[in-house]
């Protein structure tokens, strides 16, 4: 079991920045990857970025590529995602998520952080 908690998130103007930050806790050593999920309302949960353990590699959806960095702290057992240029699209719920025990699925998921865009 691997336990996830989210922070960050709030309201930032147009071409602001943010960070979210998520602390993960548990069976750490049966992680392989970690990501960010948004969903924004009223559309289907997307996937942002997502960062192996093990290696660093990194994954982004095209919508946020060169705008957001994911990366990871494998002593603190925590994944950051900076958000830089920031638009109102970018508003949702974002979640953390875990793969783990090698499985194909994200099954643990952090409670989710608000990020509002707006002027």
């Known amino acids: 079991q691997v336990q996830l908690v989210e922070s960050g998130g709030g309201l930032v103007q147009p071409g602001g920045s943010l960070g979210l930050s998520c602390a993960a806790s548990?069976?750490?050593?049966?992680?392989?990857?970690m990501a960010w999920y948004r969903r924004a309302p009223g559309k289907q949960r997307q996937i942002v970025a997502v960062?192996?353990?093990?290696?660093?590699?990194?994954y982004y959806s095209n919508s946020v590529k060169g705008r957001f960095t994911i990366s990871r702290d494998s002593a603190k057992n925590t994944v950051y995602l900076q958000m830089n240029v920031l638009k109102p699209e970018d508003t949702a719920i974002y979640y953390c998520?875990?793969?783990?025990?090698?499985?194909?699925?994200?099954?643990?998921w952090g409670q989710g952080t608000q990020v509002t865009v707006s002027s």
């Open positions: 548990g069976s750490i050593s049966s992680i392989n990857a």
């Open positions: 960062i192996n353990w093990s290696d660093g590699t990194t």
């Open positions: 998520a875990c793969r783990a025990d090698y499985k194909p699925t994200y099954d643990y």
